[in-house]
């Protein structure tokens, strides 16, 4: 995935000025989206946007702490606390101090761990394992789930005083499939990171298969996306990266991608596969244009902030797909 998020669209820079804003402040932060959207990002984004940016950031994978060892692992163990602890041991609070602790897939905390880190975010203060002796924690706590903790906590699943210790700040990062405007630099950014990864001349998407990777749903988000890129890389023979190499990596994947477009029209006994595929793109180019223009009253210049594409490249788009501004009036 990016090391930055990457995106033009509405609610990708609303987000940006969400994190940044959420950085000023040392109050817990909890991030819920779902797998792949870039949680992660988002908490270093708030990192090193603010006053700790030079200190420790200390992911958690929450689902991998045990229960037995969930104490020793956050706070630490003094040597002969229990049976093989022959030396004294650091515990991820204290690689954080100064610095953010981001506790990801805080969902899947038991309930002991959660009893554990509620006293811990209650006055911020632990004890390791065989140690007398509290100390403070100097860490902003930024927690993360692709699960609704409202619901779980309604049902049961979470502590309701965790989550309200926990959601000081909420920030919800949508799917991919609700920011289309980042799909297309996301892809050409992946794809160049791709082609430096596998060693590989830079490569482009050509139009088509652009409008593809718009057209689908990604259930897997901004990592699907990363994958495809890579996947599809790899596949090409030359700098081009089209519709037939993403079909080569993963034919479901076209399969869910243009079935509107191909639902247009009818597919001829004489069609060949690229035949009727271009013939389903330009069907869906003027479909959306069609609408565009009629949501934008004509007004080309509105219409490409609609889109989120550049003026001049809409202006092609029109004149390829032979569609003059006519007589359109705003929708009610």
């Known amino acids: 995935m990016a090391d930055v998020l990457i995106g033009h669209s509405a609610a990708t820079q609303a987000l940006l000025a969400q994190l940044h804003r959420f950085a000023a402040c040392a109050a817990p932060v909890l ?62 609070i204290d690689h954080a ?32 394992v065989g140690d007398r002796v509290a100390r403070a924690a100097d860490v902003r706590i ?88 890579l996947r599809a890389c790899l596949a090409a023979k030359g700098d081009e990266v089209g519709v037939d190499e993403l079909s080569a990596v993963d034919a479901a994947f076209c399969a869910e991608a243009l079935p509107s477009m191909a639902a247009r029209e009818p597919v001829s006994r004489a069609d060949t596969y690229r035949t009727a595929k271009n013939r389903a793109i330009a069907s869906f180019d003027r479909s959306f244009l069609t609408d565009l223009l009629r949501r934008a009253g004509g007004n080309i210049t509105a219409a490409a902030k609609l889109a989120d594409i550049e003026r001049r490249q809409l202006g092609k788009l029109l004149k390829k797909r032979g569609i003059e501004r006519g007589p359109y009036t705003h929708a009610s």
């Open 142 to 229: 930024i927690a993360a789930t692709n699960a609704s903790l409202r619901q779980l906590a309604g049902g049961g699943g979470f502590r309701s005083d965790l989550l309200y210790r926990l959601n000081a700040l909420y920030v919800r990062i949508a799917p991919l499939r609700e920011r289309c405007a980042d799909i297309v630099p996301l892809a050409r950014h992946f794809l160049v990171a791709a082609a430096q990864r596998l060693g590989t001349t830079e490569k482009y998407w050509s139009d088509v298969a652009l409008d593809a990777l718009v057209a689908y749903a990604w259930p897997g988000n901004v990592r699907e996306l990363e994958n495809v890129a």
């Open 97 to 128: 101090q100064g610095g953010t602790l981001f506790l990801d897939e805080v969902d899947s905390l038991s309930p002991k761990a959660q009893v554990t880190l509620l006293r811990f975010v209650q006055d911020l203060e632990y004890r390791a």
């Open 31 to 92: 991030l819920e989206g779902e797998t792949g959207t870039g949680k992660e990002l988002a908490a270093r984004e708030i990192h090193y946007a603010g006053a700790r940016a030079e200190k420790p950031f200390v992911p958690v994978n929450c689902g991998a702490l045990p229960d037995t060892l969930i104490e020793s692992e956050l706070f630490g163990h003094r040597r002969g606390a229990f049976t093989d602890a022959w030396k004294s041991q650091p515990g991820l």
